[in-house]
């Protein structure tokens, strides 16, 4: 017998194994599975409804407004109506609510694990050597891979499609307020010690502040990130603008998926211009 | 305890060493080493220790300004951060007296720890060490907000020292739209702003440009004056440290080779390092009239009884001055006119006395107590200026 050939006959089970994990969380955890389907699924969905109830125009004047109020700048608050604009034009609107409440969903939770645990890192080296294996792997594991338990444990629709995202997005706002924290120049923290703040008046006055830029960035990349996952997140039944491109992949339909990819980039450039950190912008 | 009402700030004995090795007995190991003699460099090799302040005794005394000085790498930034604990000794006291009674800030809990640096010890730093993002009045209001104190109350306290620095103009601008100098003014306010007594000060005039830096000097001891604070304050400029200082520290290699009043520092080095400090200092704003001067008492007397000064000859009552027999009209420093010799007081520099001398084209002469007493001609400025008069100065 060839050598290789044994080392093929003693196949090590990591395929196997991980389907064991799986199929003991989905026997032993089913209902917990369940009430985050359907609570997650409930408000993503509640807020697509809730934005698709809305006039359409009151959300572009909205939309203008709030862009001004964010960043001061006429042309960005034009360029956000125009967009919308064409975005009905081009018959769009249904599928980018549905793509925006789900972003705004996945962002948020980003968000709300990210940063704390980023701060967690910057102050714990040991915490962050141990998780960077992890969020290595959470950016490069294909995300077919996981979507195959993610379906079992949470079915098709809203839920599988917004956790696929969240696994993909949440590495970047940690890894982005980690090393926003660690940036923080050691005289400013000793000039915060020297007037006597405790750990916690460190944390909010002086560090927070300071990375705050970094911390944007987080939420943009995080924002994109998740904007990127849109055609998988369709594939498992999301809805949105994924649909369409699915759909024209299916029918070869060129214009179809053309109009599809447009509107996703150009959703993408309005976010991008929004929300990413002053400094930088212009 | 009386021995609190002397000194605001004492250091006994205090040992700071950093370990680079993090290994296991490193700093004990190295404790042994120094109580045995090694030097810093020896124990550096073997342990991987670095022996940042070994030995130190200082203490600073109620209203007085303390300068520490020595080359780079000397401990002076240790010594001073271990005043606030940014810094905490391996071994030894650091202690703040309150007038009755003495704190160890290197062995108290935190929370004393905190409430001293809120209240009674504040600090300036070299790079300033301001928040970027706030404003001028946010930076000044900076230690009170951490003391919980409310807004409102907080803004007429920070109008206050921004009245005092000169920056009440600029309460709402952003620190990076200020100068150096000024943004130095800022971290001045600061601390002043939380009414500590003692005020830790790491090189903070350095950045700053030399004239801008000899502003703030003068500033410096301008609120000083009204103020009375406990000031330790770092340099590394021998002129700053004899402007300033009303005690100087000289370290090197982590101990203290030296403390005393400038002219101790300036007439009695204890050793080659510290002359070496002395003797690249500029003569010109350090060195005054009184050491300057020939005195009357000293000079030769001309056959017609008047004392002999060179070009000029004086009657010995000083009453009058006579230039080749020209009577010259004696007037004082504030009053002088060109043509008039002038007097000026015994503690002006020489780079006034040299300023005036070039203006009147005369000697100038010096007063002490309203008696004139000697003067000082061009012989006298070069003596003063080629080092001989060093040693007789103060
Ligand atoms: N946090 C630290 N960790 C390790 N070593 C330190 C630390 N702080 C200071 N040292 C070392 O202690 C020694 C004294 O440093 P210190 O900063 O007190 O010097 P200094 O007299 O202030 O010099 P400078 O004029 O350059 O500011 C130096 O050898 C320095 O490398
Ligand atoms: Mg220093």
Redesign the pocket.
């Known amino acids: 017998m060839a050598p290789e050939q044994w080392i093929a006959e003693h196949k090590i089970p990591v395929g196997a194994v991980m389907a064991a994990v799986v199929d003991v969380v989905r026997k032993h955890g089913l209902g917990v599975f369940d009430v985050i389907t359907d609570s997650v699924g409930f408000c993503a969905d509640g807020l697509t409804t809730l934005l698709l109830d809305l006039p359409p125009l009151l959300l572009v004047v909205a939309a203008m407004a709030g862009a001004w109020f964010l960043r001061r700048s006429v042309g960005l608050a034009a360029l956000v109506a125009l967009g919308l604009l064409f975005i009905i034009n081009q018959g769009y609107w249904n599928e980018t609510m549905a793509t925006l409440s789900l972003i705004l969903f996945s962002t948020v939770f980003c968000m709300a694990v990210g940063v704390p645990l980023g701060i967690a890192c910057a102050h714990r080296p040991r915490l962050a050597q141990a998780l960077q294996p992890l969020l290595d792997l959470m950016q490069t594991l294909p995300t077919f891979v996981y979507l195959i338990p993610t379906l079992i444990l949470f079915g098709l629709g809203t839920v599988p499609g917004m956790i696929s995202t969240i696994i993909f997005a949440v590495p970047a706002p940690i890894r982005m307020t980690q090393m926003g924290i660690a940036r923080v120049p050691r005289s400013l923290i000793e000039a915060g010690e020297a007037f006597g703040a405790t750990g916690r008046q460190i944390l909010w006055k002086i560090e927070l502040p300071a990375a705050l830029p970094m911390i944007q960035a987080g939420l943009t990349q995080c924002i994109m990130l998740s904007l990127s996952m849109v055609v998988i997140a369709a594939l498992v039944g999301a809805g949105g603008l994924g649909v369409p491109v699915v759909r024209a992949l299916n029918t070869v339909q060129v214009d179809a998926g053309f109009e599809s990819g447009f509107v996703i980039v150009l959703l993408a450039i309005m976010l991008d211009r929004v929300c990413r950190p002053k400094d930088s912008a212009s | 305890m009386s021995e609190g009402i002397n000194a605001a700030l004492e250091f006994r004995n205090v040992d700071?060493l950093?370990?680079?090795g993090n290994r296991r007995g490193a700093i004990e190991a190295a404790l042994a080493r120094l109580d045995a003699g090694e030097t810093r460099e020896e124990i550096g090799r073997a342990l991987k220790v670095?022996?940042?302040?070994a030995g130190a005794n200082l203490a600073v005394a109620r209203g007085e300004i303390s300068v520490?000085m020595?080359?780079?790498?000397?401990?002076?930034?240790?010594?001073?951060?271990a005043a606030n604990r940014l810094?905490r000794p391996i071994r030894g006291e650091v202690r703040i007296g309150n007038g009755l009674a003495w704190l160890d800030i290197a062995r108290c809990d935190d929370d004393t720890l905190r409430t001293l640096r809120k209240t009674r010890i504040a600090m300036v730093f070299?790079q300033f060490g301001l928040l970027p993002w706030r404003t001028v009045r946010d930076n000044v209001g900076f230690g009170l907000e951490l003391r919980g104190m409310a807004p409102s109350i907080r803004r007429d306290i920070v109008a206050e020292k921004l009245e005092l620095v000169g920056l009440a103009n600029w309460a709402d601008a952003h620190v990076h739209e200020l100068s150096g100098g000024m943004q130095q003014r800022v971290g001045l306010a600061r601390a002043f702003a939380t009414d500590a007594d003692i005020l830790l000060m790491?090189?903070p005039f350095s950045a700053l440009d030399p004239l801008i830096r000899r502003k703030l000097q003068d500033e410096l001891l301008d609120l000083q004056k009204r103020l009375k604070k406990t000031i330790l304050f770092?340099s590394?400029d021998i002129d700053e440290a004899l402007k300033i200082g009303s005690r100087i520290t000289i370290?090197r290699e982590?101990r203290i080779v030296q403390t005393g009043t400038p002219d101790d520092i300036a007439l009695r080095p204890v050793d080659d390092y510290v002359a070496e400090f002395i003797r690249h200092m500029n003569p010109l704003p350090t060195i005054v009239a009184a050491a300057v001067m020939r005195r009357f008492q000293d000079l030769p007397r001309r056959p017609d009884g008047m004392l002999d000064g060179g070009r000029i000859a004086i009657a010995p009552d000083a009453a009058t001055a006579t230039i080749a027999d020209r009577a010259l009209a004696i007037r004082p420093h504030g009053a002088w006119t060109q043509g008039a010799l002038c007097v000026v007081p015994a503690q002006l520099s020489l780079g006034e006395i040299i300023a005036l001398r070039q203006r009147s084209g005369l000697p100038v002469l010096v007063e002490v107590e309203g008696r004139l007493v000697g003067l000082c001609d061009d012989a006298d400025i070069l003596q003063a200026l080629c080092g001989e008069a060093r040693f007789r100065a103060g």
């Open positions: 700071i950093f370990d680079r670095t022996v940042g302040v520490l020595g080359l780079s790498g000397s401990g002076k930034s240790t010594l001073l951060r810094n070299q790491d090189e770092v590394h370290m982590g």
